[in-house]
């Protein structure tokens, strides 16, 4: 079974420059989540989709930030215009509901921002 | 809200002694709960985790973690460390659905574990 995919793997780009991230999940999940890791951090919930739905973007900084997942399966993020503290670990990870919500996660390699 | 606790930074074990991650955890009624690995430029590897049942939950690579409800915590634990276990280990807390719930993976801040031969 292929993981979650995930690129580019490594992206530098100066200060209130755009980038994109691309993300396919695992074929059949419906759930796939963004999340952000800033060194030294765990994990931070940025959007979760359910199919083509957003469920919770409640972290995510609309003001730069924004998500899709046309079609609900892969999905991209866009960041524009990047500021310095954006750059962190960008995490896709996604799951295949079951009931009650008790399966893992299954995360791709992630995208290493560097903002300069 | 929910929220998860890992209190050391560091952990630093000799290989072939046991070892311990500590997590405490803070949720409004059962917890779903996770255990994950991180090697360098890696991306999150799944462990274990406890739903219900067994208080004792074997996952992946040798490791266990002992779910104990009255203090609230979820150590994860090896009875015998390898140099190839040294990685990043976070404690998760998974929403229930339901209630404004999305099921939204909640992370701790992370343990360095070090083992050293």
């Known amino acids: 079974e292929a993981g979650v995919a995930q690129s580019p793997r490594y992206k530098i780009i100066e200060k209130r420059q755009s980038v994109a991230f691309w993300c396919n999940p695992i074929?059949?999940?419906?759930?796939l989540y963004w999340y952000q890791q800033i060194l030294g951090q765990g994990p931070k919930l940025l959007i979760q989709f359910q199919n083509n739905g957003v469920v919770d973007d409640s972290q995510l900084p609309k003001d730069r930030f924004s998500a899709e997942r046309l079609k609900g399966v892969d999905s991209t993020l866009k960041i524009q215009p990047a500021k310095l503290e954006d750059s962190a670990v960008y995490l896709c990870?996604?799951?295949?509901?079951?009931?009650?919500?008790?399966?893992?996660?299954?995360f791709g390699e992630g995208s290493r921002l560097t903002v300069l | 809200a929910q929220s998860v606790a890992q209190p050391e930074d560091q952990v630093n074990v000799a290989e072939g002694n046991p070892l311990t991650v500590k997590c405490t955890y803070s949720v409004s009624g059962n917890p779903y709960l996770f255990w994950y690995v991180q090697y360098p430029n890696r991306g999150l590897q799944f462990l274990l985790k406890?739903?219900?049942?067994?208080?004792l939950v074997k996952g992946s690579y040798g490791f266990e973690a002992e779910f104990n409800k009255s203090q609230t915590s979820f150590h994860l634990k090896k009875p015998s460390a390898l140099v190839s276990d040294s990685a990043l280990y976070f404690c998760a807390v998974r929403d229930r659905l339901g209630s404004g719930n999305t099921g939204k993976l909640i992370f701790g801040q992370g343990t360095t574990l070090q083992v050293k031969p």
């Open positions: 406890y739903i219900t049942g067994d208080n």
């Open positions: 074929s059949g999940h419906a759930t």
């Open positions: 990870a996604s799951s295949f509901p079951r009931g009650g919500n008790t399966g893992e996660l299954f």
